[in-house]
């Protein structure tokens, strides 16, 4: 397969690293059911073992609480539904207003179909949640409070949340804080021990490995109730068939990109400050969006006035050029970015914005081309736009 002209979607997903095809692609080869009790399936059972074992080094946790799942979004659901559950009468969420919506969504349905009270958090224009307004939050009522979720760094904007502090604020009033770390694990360092967090999500296709696989780290002595039933696989939390290939390319992308994330870290921050720096002087009046600062390494989110960020989107792609309106989970949705609504953003700045992610794949070259084609496709955009 040819690779795209500049792949510039890193955050949607990123490609496999070859240490994560290797590992899935030795398990291929084998037959056997981690639940079998004869030799095929205790071979694929030690395999699920080592790679819970691996992850569990790599983020400084134990690897009793690593729970396996299909992915981030299935994580997502368990932290927050089976937390909400199993803390009963409780009825108080406390979720940011810019989290993923696989985390909005099941908070969202618990409030329709179950009686959960949602509250969104406010950010300020940079998306953050602030401790105080954490901990305002909680005193309005902290018995009545379930579970609190923010996640790690924001998918659309990559700024980073202050979770060891907002972590601490929940543990001061005994209340379990989920956080979704989908995007930075393997861009910034992660130890869900030193996090504070109760209950971490991360997905394997955004840290190089395969989709249809991630894990919620579960702290001990935290038993959320199982959002689905069955053979009780996972700490009789979680139920499923165990995809050992899978969890075998997940547990080598983690380990990978753990290792190399701080060299990683240095070589896509200065990048993106250069895709920044050339994507202004290319476009005067672009906005960026975002934490200046404290976002994360790869991430550069646009706001042009005057575009449809979905217009802009398809003009570059006929270019060579792969990028995102925000989510990709919810691209095709012509409604501005519910993230940079919560951020204070206007509506045509919500509908009229970009997000240029990179990774480990990524170079100067993609930059290049990116600027290369850019300002006449903003100015077609544009044009559009006017008539």
């Known amino acids: 397969m040819t690779r795209p002209s500049a792949y510039l979607d890193h955050a949607a997903t990123t490609p496999m690293l ?54 981030g979004t299935e994580a ?97 009033h005994g209340i379990p804080f989920h956080t979704d770390a989908v995007q930075a694990i393997g861009l910034l360092p992660v130890s869900f021990a030193d996090s504070g967090a109760d209950a971490l999500t991360l997905t394997g296709h ?20 199982s959002v689905q039933h069955g053979g009780g696989q996972e700490r009789d939390v979680r139920s499923g068939t165990l995809d050992a290939p899978a969890i075998a390319g997940l547990a080598a992308a983690v380990r990978t990109s753990v290792k190399e994330q701080e060299a990683l870290g240095r070589r896509l921050t200065s990048l993106r400050d250069e895709l920044i720096e050339r994507v202004r002087q290319a476009v005067p009046d672009v906005v960026l969006n975002g934490d200046p600062v404290n976002r994360l390494p790869g991430n ?48 045509a700045a919500g509908r009229g914005s970009l997000r240029f992610t990179l990774g480990h794949t990524s170079t100067r070259d993609d930059v290049d081309r990116l600027i290369e084609v850019l300002p006449a496709a903003v100015e077609r955009a544009r044009r559009a736009g006017l008539s």
Not at 80 to 92: E, F, Q, T, V
Not at 209 to 225: C, E, I, Y
Not at 305 to 320: F, I, N, R, S, V
């Open 76 to 172: 997502d659901n368990l932290a927050i539904k089976g937390l909400y559950w199993a803390r009963r009468p409780r009825r108080r969420i406390l979720i940011s207003s810019v989290e993923h919506h696989a985390a909005l969504d099941p908070a969202a349905w618990l409030a329709d179909s179950q009686g959960a009270e949602v509250e969104l958090l406010d950010v300020d224009e940079y998306g953050r949640v602030h401790p105080d307004t954490l901990r305002a939050a909680i005193e309005r009522d902290p018995d009545g409070v379930a579970m609190i979720s923010v996640m790690w760094a924001n998918n659309e904007v990559g700024t980073i949340q202050p979770v060891h502090v907002l972590a601490a604020v929940a543990h001061d």
């Open 300 to 347: 550069a989110h646009f706001s042009f006035p005057g575009c449809e960020g979905d217009a802009l989107l398809m003009l570059l792609d006929a270019k060579g050029v792969e990028c995102s309106t925000g989510s990709a989970c919810s691209a095709g949705v012509a409604q501005p970015s519910h993230v940079l609504l919560a951020m204070g953003a206007d509506a």
């Open 206 to 225: 955004k840290v190089g490995g395969p989709m249809g696989v991630g894990a919620l780290l579960l702290a001990r002595g935290l038993t959320p109730v």
């Open 18 to 71: 070859p240490e994560a095809i290797e590992a899935m692609t030795e398990q291929l080869k084998r037959v056997g059911n981690a639940s079998s009790l004869h030799a095929a399936g205790r071979q694929v059972r030690r395999v699920v073992e080592e790679s819970r074992e691996t992850i569990a080094d790599a983020l400084g946790a134990r690897p009793s609480e690593v729970v396996f799942t299909s992915g």
